[in-house]
């Protein structure tokens, strides 16, 4: 009788793997089992002349307060601090939030893409960076993302939803060394925001809430997805915050990492008006004056925390050869001792968190700080996956 249930167990093992491979076809022809205290396991082999390779891909988000308004200077002049915060940075996925809005099929100068992608990404990178197809349906202030394409393909830019910007879903693919025998291709996706600010939360929590029901209409459960950019939240009670990290199915919940899983801070959270307790963690803003180094940002230094990055349970669990490293988040230059001064501030203290070159380009460039976190990424070498969820239109 145990050895009858040994092998439906084997059988039913190896159908579900089969079942979650992406490319049936490329199915190993050599299995290990191994036996548990629950029974036989099948782990299938590598197959052959794939290699063993794991990654790292640096998120980033940034808010770059109007490039290209020429508010600040010329983007030639911005160009130049933003080149020493990249070069320290190195970025893999880098979204750049609230930029000027420009016409898409123009050349440079006049496309702020093309300018930022040859002017500041591959100057110290060459060769490393593209962007994503931008869009600009609702005619405001654009978005666009830029990608490692040694790391990455961009397969896509679908507008979820357009409301004074346009929010946009980017799909990408991993560039696995084993692509072209496994044929099972590791995908990304990123959604990029920049949401209406000011008191009351209403637009905003409007504008989440109806991109994030899109997603959860598109997809059954999330694949690895990112969702990042300027939220504009004081807290984590607002309903656009709220839509994000929750909903019936767990599947569909995406996580801010400092929240979980890194568990560095607890919900609920008011991080507008108790700001103390989230000091390294907050982004707005760089600068203590409005009118210092120029009268284009905000003011108050650091004061609440607009900028997250959330991360799908895939990425929270590594389901599918993308995983979020934990405790790799992080506000670039906030020491954690900026509340109500400038970046750059030697009182409380001198801010050593990145080099004083690095410290004086955030401040001068952005009245908001980046934030970055970091994934693993594991080749695929016998061609099994967790199916992606069919996206619906």
Known sequence: MKAKAAIVFLITGIFFWVA????????????????????????PQPLPNTVDKTDTLKVMAYNVLNYGDMCQGSTSTLNGYFKTIIQY????????????????????????AINIRDSVLNIDFPNRYAFATPTDVSGGG?????????????????????????????????????????????YIYVVVNHTQSG??????????????????????????LINMGDFNTANSYEAGYQSVITATDSTQRMSDPPFY???TVKYPAEWEDNASSYASQLTTTTRALATVPNSCGTSGG??????????????????????????????????????????????????????AAVINALWQFSNKYPITIKLLVKANRNAYSIADPIEKN
């Open 20 to 43: 979650c491979s992406k490319s049936p076809g490329t199915a190993p022809a050599t299995k290990t089992t191994t036996t548990t205290p629950t029974g036989p396991i099948v782990i």
């Open 89 to 112: 940075a190195s970025p893999d996925l880098l979204s750049c939030e609230k930029m000027n809005a420009f016409p898409i099929s123009s050349t440079m100068p006049d496309n702020l």
């Open 261 to 263: 899983p890194d568990q």
């Open 302 to 355: 650091a004061k609440s925390w607009y900028d997250h990055i959330f991360i799908s349970p895939w990425l929270v669990k590594g389901s599918n050869y993308v995983s979020y490293i934990p405790n790799s988040y992080n506000t670039i230059g906030n020491d954690g001792h900026r509340i109500g001064v400038d970046i750059n501030s030697t009182a409380p203290q001198i801010n050593t968190s990145a080099p």
């Open 199 to 224: 008191t009351p939360s209403t637009t905003r929590d409007q504008q989440v809430s109806t991109y994030m029901a899109t997603l959860r209409a598109k997809f059954a459960y999330f694949p690895n």
């Open 142 to 186: 654009m978005s666009v993302l830029f990608y490692n394409k040694q790391k990455l393909t961009f397969v896509k830019t679908e507008t979820l939803y357009q409301y004074i910007t346009d929010f946009d879903l980017y799909k990408l693919y991993y560039n696995d060394p084993n692509l072209a025998i496994t044929h099972d291709t590791t």
